[in-house]
């Protein structure tokens, strides 16, 4: 203590003229590198991810391959089932245990939950056998000691067997008494019951999965085995409601027993339409391809065995997906089914389904139209659609996807169709990064929605606007996990992201930026990508180091807030001092506008011309990375008089105070003044 306090002595007591000779700070450190986790570099060392953004040499996911048999009691509510998965473990780690999701439980009085509020408290998922490789588990151990890691949350395999740990929990375990081997599979086997909930006061996505006796809506429906990957190993974040899902893809072969009468729709393609449909709907859908129009394949006057459907007491219709990640589906005593089509670039004509209640046809009035818009949309802006058909599904949840399904009527059409690329083709972890699927979603949405209205898409004043919004003490960044978004979620996961796209357009280019997603997509298709996967590959695709862009947008909440502090004339020269009083960096970018007349106007390198009295003129985000707050931009365009100058014109960078990016300002407009001495 006393030599710091000898030190400090000295230091206070220095001559004024040593302090001076100290060189001065920066006024704001740029950091220009993307953070790295342990998860990432873990990636990196193994090869599994790549620094360029492309899947590593020993990149690897697991396969989950479904077999399930349902059946529906509409009385009661329930679903009863029994399912085969097997697991095919293409990692390098011997699994020793296995991640269940029990997404039903979170109707239990007892589990964690989210703003969320379901319809009704049930008895969750009941588990009543269970196995794997046919030994049968232990239903009744003790609960989970925890613990998150590569090979199983929970260590070495169970000695005593196969055990099931956290049945009343959205997320269960399945302790081993073998373990998987790298490169070998499992067959788990269950049987299982839950009934879907329903009746009034269910708030938020899935918390409501039927009317009455009526209509089922099931979704999250049955066990999932999580997914596990290179980066956490077993996903083990609880399900609590708002955030969604990050799952293994594979094939499902789903058989689902309802009563004759009622029309059952859902993922995949319907293999034995010959059992369960009339010859009348047969013959309709034979139709579906030739042509954009709608097709009426069970009207609303058609109800019942005979009917409806095929004769009979119950009925089991059979569906199969490959290469999915999840299955929904949906069923109805009085379901209209119609049908139209879309032409998919590279690929073809699929089916477009719409299943809906007699009552609420005006809401599906239009609704083939704006799926198929959608669909032509995003193939020809990313990747071409994968799947074999699309079905909209009527129900509570009227905004939800799902692959090959979307639970929505004409209103959310376009925003839930465009989930098919991301996460049902690019299986990203919404539940940690939200803003990789509901963000560039919301992106899509403005262009696709500028592109059904026949005009350019703007998205100008988005970047801009982030910086009312920078500061908030409840805003959490980007990289935090969405499942704890707080108040903010939406922001986080739905709004922020086009903000940030726009910004990036403004660095460099809209079009730039979506060919460089669309070869994202291409790249990461039926696989996980992580938020460095994506920051990497754009860097690579757009030949620029954006460390800066995404360090500053995903890692902090912090703004660009630009002025232009003054503007001087001498001579020739026009100097613009422009000020960034926020952390974030960006290119200055200025909209000089000239008098009518005067001397010619002669070209500046970094400057193009608009028209004949405008020009806009960037220079590079690098003149703010030494560390300055202010940048004097020197304007030589050969002595035209500049009558107005504007920062970010086109309103990318985000700034509190946007006013305060015009010369001259409003109050001094008027008076007529030019350019200041």
């Known amino acids: 203590m006393r030599r710091f306090a000898l030190a400090l002595t000295v230091a206070l007591t220095l001559p004024t003229a040593l302090w001076a000779q100290t060189p001065a700070l920066p006024e704001r450190a740029v950091r220009r590198d993307i953070p790295l986790t342990n998860t990432i570099r873990k990636a990196f060392a193994a090869g599994t991810r790549d620094s360029t953004g492309r899947p590593g040499r020993n990149y690897w996911q697991l396969r989950t391959d479904y077999t399930i048999q349902a059946r529906l009691d509409p009385q009661s509510g329930r679903i009863s089932g029994q399912e085969e998965v097997v697991i095919h473990n ?20 007892t589990v964690s939950r989210g703003l969320s509020t379901p319809a009704e408290t049930t008895d969750g998922m009941l588990i009543t056998a269970l196995s794997v490789d046919g030994v049968s588990a232990d239903l009744n151990a003790s609960a989970p000691t925890g613990g998150r890691g590569r090979g199983g949350a929970g260590g070495a395999a169970a000695p005593g067997g196969v055990m099931l740990l956290g049945a009343k929990l959205t997320t269960a375990q399945v302790r081993l008494a073998t373990p998987i081997p790298a490169g070998g599979s499992a067959t788990l086997k269950i049987e299982w019951n839950h009934k879907l909930p329903g009746g009034p006061g269910g708030q938020g996505h899935r918390m409501t999965q039927r009317w009455a006796d009526t209509l089922f809506q099931p979704t999250q429906w049955y066990p999932r085995v999580a997914k596990f990957d290179d980066l956490r190993g077993w996903d083990s974040e609880p399900y609590l409601g708002p955030s969604e899902f990050y799952n293994n893809f594979g094939r499902f072969d789903v058989s689902i027993d309802v009563p004759a009468g009622w029309i059952v729709s859902g993922t995949g393609v319907l293999q034995n339409p010959q059992q369960v449909l009339t010859a009348t709907a047969r013959a309709q859908l034979a139709k579906v391809l030739d042509s954009d129009s709608t097709i009426t394949i069970v009207g609303p006057d058609e109800v019942g065995p005979g009917q409806a459907t095929a004769a009979g007491d119950r009925l089991v219709w059979r569906f199969v997906a490959d290469t999915v990640n999840d299955f929904a589906w949906a069923t109805a005593k009085k379901f209209v089914w119609q049908a139209t089509r879309a032409t998919i670039p590279e690929r073809g004509r699929v089916p477009i389904h719409m299943l809906f209640l007699p009552g609420r046809a005006n809401l599906f009035d239009g609704a083939g139209a704006v799926a198929r818009h959608a669909l032509e949309f995003y193939s020809k802006l990313w990747t071409p659609y994968e799947f074999p058909q699309l079905t909209l599904q009527d129900g509570p949840s009227a905004g939800m996807e799902y692959p090959m399904v979307i639970n929505s009527n004409r209103g959310a059409a376009d925003h839930e169709t465009a989930h098919q690329w991301w996460p049902m083709l690019l299986g990203t972890n919404e539940t940690q990064y939200g803003w990789m699927d509901e963000g560039f979603n919301q992106y899509m949405n403005i262009l696709s929605g500028a592109d ?13 606007s982030y910086g009312r919004t920078s500061g908030d003490e409840r805003e959490p960044i980007m990289m935090w996990s969405a499942n704890n978004g707080g108040p903010m979620y939406g922001f986080q996961t739905y709004q922020k992201t086009p903000l940030m796209l726009s910004m990036l357009g403004g660095v460099v280019g809209d079009s730039a930026v979506q060919h460089a997603m669309s070869e994202y997509a291409k790249t990461w298709r039926f696989k996980h990508p992580s938020p460095w996967d994506y920051m990497f590959f754009m860097n690579t695709a757009l030949k620029k180091d954006l460390g800066w862009f995404w360090y500053y947008w995903l890692f902090t909440t912090e703004s660009v807030d630009g002025s232009i502090a003054s503007v001087a004339n001498a001579g020739i020269r026009t100097t613009v001092t422009v000020r960034q009083d926020g952390q974030m960096p960006s290119p200055v970018v200025l909209k000089v506008e000239f008098a009518p007349t005067g001397a010619p106007i002669r070209p500046m390198r970094n400057a193009v011309m608009v028209d004949s009295v405008t020009a806009l003129v960037t220079y590079p985000v690098d003149v703010w990375f030494a560390g300055a707050k202010t940048f004097k931009a020197d304007l030589v365009f050969g002595g035209r008089k500049v009558v107005k100058v504007t920062l970010d014109p086109d309103g990318r960078f985000p700034d509190r105070d946007p006013a305060d990016n015009v010369w001259p300002k409003a109050n001094t407009a008027a008076s007529g003044r030019g350019v200041t001495p």
């Not at 999701?101 to 009085?109: A, C, E, H, S, Y």
């Not at 059904?452 to 801009?464: K, S, Y």
């Open 90 to 109: 293409r990692s390098d780690t011997p699994l020793t245990s296995i991640a269940l999701r029990l997404d039903p439980n979170i109707f239990l009085p």
């Open 452 to 464: 059904a209205a026949g005009r350019p898409a703007n998205l100008g004043r988005l970047g801009q």
